[in-house]
């Protein structure tokens, strides 16, 4: 079996800060956190940017400068910065950042979904910023966009622009036919990183039966041409990346995807998930890939070709 590589994605834009004291906010502690995980085993850095007086999710290019170098200077890690951002967000705000930065690594939606995120308002008395409910509630009647063009967009601007290669984020079946839709008309070159995304609400469910059927599919589809990592939200995390990465494949976890360490526990770091997820691997007998044998498995460009 391969080198598993160990994602992590260290604050994205689900979670809210009245949800857990441990989310990192600000560009100190998103620094701090990603190197954390990166020095525990972390071979790549999945990064969002929040506003850091409110922890809004931000697209600003000038935030993300605020904690990029001090990552790059502390870790070998592979960053990869979202073009996924937030919902709220246009396709122009998403790729602003990318496309100023030009890292090694983006995150790509493989299509337009629904993304529910209402039902953590049961889960909250208090909040800390009035932003936090509307962002919440307004998932009801709010689609995350990442239409044809806008994949095309992002693919030519930044693919093929800026030498940046991908994590193709496919919440289901069907985004792994649009990748291979692109693999067809010459827009998507292996090897190709296929996240595969189980337990939102608007995705595909976290059941065993889709992780295997997942599998499945991206071999037809890709055969041997793709490196294939998972992920699943909140509870689902542990067991469902361990069953993922029995199967072959590599594994992702941090506080974006959920923030517990294990039932009812926060988590209080990034590193403490990404120190579980590998003590289990370990455990059993999976040797965790390095820095570099990420960036030589996916054919990445090497930070020194980065814009930070």
Same mark, same amino acid.
């Given at each position: 079996?391969?080198?598993?590589?160990?994602?992590?994605?260290?604050?994205?834009?689900?979670?809210?800060?009245?949800?857990?004291?441990?989310?990192?906010?600000?560009?100190?502690?998103?620094?701090?956190?990603?190197?954390?995980?990166?020095?525990?085993?972390?071979?790549?850095?999945?990064?969002?940017?929040?506003?850091?007086?409110?922890?809004?999710?931000?697209?600003?290019?000038?935030?993300?400068? =605020?904690?990029?170098? =001090?990552?790059?200077?502390?870790?070998?890690?592979?960053?990869?910065?979202?073009?996924?951002?937030?919902?709220?967000?246009?396709?122009?705000?998403?790729?602003?950042?990318?496309?100023?930065? @030009?890292?090694?690594?983006?995150?790509?939606?493989? &299509?337009?979904?629904?993304?529910?995120?209402?039902?953590?308002?049961?889960?909250?008395?208090? +909040? @800390?910023?009035? +932003?936090?409910?509307?962002?919440?509630?307004?998932?009801?009647?709010?689609?995350?966009?990442?239409?044809?063009?806008?994949?095309?967009?992002?693919? =030519?601007?930044?693919?093929?622009?800026?030498?940046?290669?991908?994590?193709?984020?496919?919440?289901?079946?069907?985004?792994?036919?649009?990748?291979?839709?692109?693999?067809?008309?010459?827009?998507?070159?292996?090897?190709?990183?296929?996240?595969?995304?189980?337990?939102?609400? &608007? &995705?595909?469910?976290?059941?065993?039966?889709?992780?295997?059927?997942?599998?499945?599919?991206?071999?037809?589809?890709?055969?041997?041409?793709? =490196? +294939?990592?998972?992920l699943a939200a909140g509870?689902?995390?542990?067991?469902?990346?361990?069953?993922?990465?029995?199967?072959?494949?590599?594994?992702?976890?941090?506080?974006?995807?959920?923030?517990?360490?294990?039932?009812?526990?926060?988590?209080?770091s990034n590193a403490a @998930?990404?120190?579980?997820?590998?003590?289990?691997?370990?455990?059993?007998?999976?040797?965790?890939?390095?820095?570099?044998?990420?960036?030589?498995?996916?054919?990445?460009?090497?930070?020194?070709?980065?814009?930070?």
């Amino acid at each position: 079996m391969p080198k598993v590589i160990i994602s992590c994605a260290i604050t994205g834009s689900i979670h809210t800060p009245s949800m857990s004291p441990h989310l990192p906010i600000t560009p100190d502690e998103i620094a701090t956190g990603a190197i954390g995980a990166a020095e525990t085993g972390a071979a790549i850095l999945h990064l969002h940017a929040r506003n850091p007086e409110d922890g809004s999710p931000t697209p600003d290019p000038d935030v993300f400068r =605020q904690f990029l170098p =001090q990552i790059k200077a502390a870790t070998d890690a592979v960053i990869n910065i979202t073009t996924g951002g937030a919902a709220t967000m246009t396709i122009e705000q998403r790729i602003a950042g990318p496309l100023a930065l @030009q890292p090694e690594m983006c995150s790509l939606n493989m &299509g337009s979904m629904n993304f529910g995120l209402y039902p953590a308002l049961n889960k909250i008395s208090e +909040w @800390q910023h009035d +932003w936090e409910v509307p962002y919440l509630d307004g998932s009801r009647d709010r689609i995350f966009r990442n239409t044809f063009t806008d994949i095309e967009t992002i693919l =030519q601007r930044l693919g093929k622009g800026c030498g940046t290669r991908f994590e193709y984020e496919c919440y289901d079946v069907g985004h792994l036919y649009t990748l291979a839709h692109y693999v067809d008309r010459g827009l998507v070159e292996p090897p190709f990183f296929v996240q595969t995304l189980f337990g939102i609400l &608007g &995705g595909i469910g976290a059941d065993p039966e889709n992780l295997i059927h997942m599998r499945r599919i991206a071999d037809k589809l890709f055969g041997d041409a793709y =490196q +294939w990592s998972i992920l699943a939200a909140g509870r689902y995390q542990t067991h469902f990346v361990t069953n993922g990465a029995m199967m072959g494949g590599h594994v992702r976890v941090g506080l974006e995807d959920s923030l517990y360490l294990s039932k009812g526990v926060l988590a209080e770091s990034n590193a403490a @998930q990404v120190a579980k997820i590998r003590h289990i691997l370990e455990e059993l007998s999976l040797e965790i890939a390095t820095p570099a044998e990420a960036r030589s498995l996916l054919a990445l460009k090497g930070a020194d070709n980065v814009a930070f």
